[in-house]
């Protein structure tokens, strides 16, 4: 807690996120991130990596510059000074098949409407070539009860456990996560948290997996 409470004065009084570390040759790596909107500096000098098989978790208050950091990551935004790779590349440069190794769910994310949730599912299954639903996830979020409808229907909370879902069918080398369980029961969080553990520590292949969060407990 006294740590949270100095990273957030820091942040209050600077409005700048610092984070140090070597940077990874695989997985995600950041090093000497810079961003500045106006007199404010958003970014400061920011370094870290994440390697496969471990989940790293960026915490800090509102306003640290958490989510220009994800973008910045995942091609949405352009840095000011310094580098951002997934893979060993920019993601603006990744080739598809890199592409399809990284999952992504940010703060604010769009869905198609008028598609069903099966029908949202099996799109992206084939994009990521995915042979398996995440059936677990499924049925623990309770989304097979909402299977059939489309996806404009669902509230605010089932639309973002689809996300979680549509992010975890390719079996992700890389994992990015902005808030992802801010609108979560406490049991869907359980099921969330224990497939996160379960990329992190699978033999083959372990996740590489960046968690941007307010939460302490959830760090």
């Known amino acids: 807690a006294a740590a949270f409470r100095e990273r957030a004065a820091v942040a209050e009084e600077g409005s700048r996120l610092r984070v140090s570390g070597p940077s990874a040759a695989s997985g995600l790596a950041v090093e000497g991130l810079r961003k500045r909107y106006g007199d404010h500096q958003a970014l400061d000098g920011v ?15 509102n306003g640290a510059g958490k989510t220009t950091l994800l973008e910045i990551l995942v091609g ?12 060993g590349a920019p993601f603006a440069g990744l080739p598809l098949e890199h592409r399809r190794r990284v999952g992504i769910v940010l703060q604010t994310q769009s869905l198609p409407p008028l598609l069903r949730t099966d029908e949202y599912l099996a799109m992206v299954r084939k994009a990521y070539r995915s042979p398996d639903l995440p059936t677990g996830l499924i049925e623990a979020f309770s989304l097979d009860a909402a299977w059939k409808k489309r996806i404009g229907q669902l509230s605010g909370g089932q639309q973002r456990k689809l996300a979680l879902v ?7 080398a890389v994992l990015i996560l902005d808030e992802p369980t801010a609108s979560l029961d406490p049991f869907s969080r359980l099921a969330f948290w224990t497939e996160l553990r379960r990329l992190c520590d699978r033999t083959a292949a372990p996740s590489a997996i960046l968690l941007a969060t307010l939460d302490m407990a959830e760090a």
Not at 76 to 87: F, H, S, T
Not at 166 to 172: D, M, R
């Open 166 to 172: 549509a992010a975890l069918v390719g079996e992700p």
């Open 76 to 87: 949405l935004r352009k840095p000011d000074a310094g580098r951002a790779e997934i893979l």
């Open 47 to 61: 370094s870290l990596d994440c390697r496969p098989g471990t989940l790293t978790s960026l915490l800090g208050p």
